[in-house]
């Protein structure tokens, strides 16, 4: 078992930014790739971005254009989005999650490998 805890969601002006943190408990954190996914109200979940279990491989969604990193600390069972450029559309409820992965630098896009979820924080863009 794995716990998730994200955190570091608000409210921001568009064009600005944020570093959302996902804290995790329980299992060696070193064996699970990571990804973060949001919802909008109405939308269905989405990916935004993915880190391997060792952190050497990383991917994003092709709307990121190059303003989110995704990062992670496994010393400190740690993984972080920072998120910059901020716009409107952005706006949704961020979750990380994770699962025990074979591979050292492999991902996925999808929501099905992923078996463990946090709860999920807020971010709101003002236009």
């Known amino acids: 078992q794995v716990q998730l805890v994200e955190s570091g969601g608000g409210l921001v002006q568009s064009g600005g930014s944020l570093r959302l943190s996902c804290a995790a408990s329980g299992r060696t954190f070193s064996d699970y790739a990571v990804g973060w996914f949001r919802q909008a109200p109405g939308n269905e979940r989405e990916f935004v971005a993915a880190?391997?279990?060792?952190?050497?491989?990383?991917t994003y969604a092709d709307f990121v254009e190059g303003r989110f990193t995704i990062s992670r600390d496994n010393a400190k069972n740690m993984v972080y989005l920072q998120m910059n450029s901020l716009k409107p559309e952005d706006s949704a409820v961020y979750s990380c999650?994770?699962?025990?992965?074979?591979?050292?630098?492999?991902?996925?896009?999808?929501?099905?490998?992923?078996?463990?979820w946090g709860q999920g924080t807020q971010i709101t863009v003002s236009s």
């Open positions: 999650a994770a699962y025990a992965s074979l591979y050292t630098d492999a991902w996925f896009k999808t929501a099905g490998p992923y078996d463990y």
């Open positions: 880190i391997s279990r060792s952190g050497s491989g990383t």
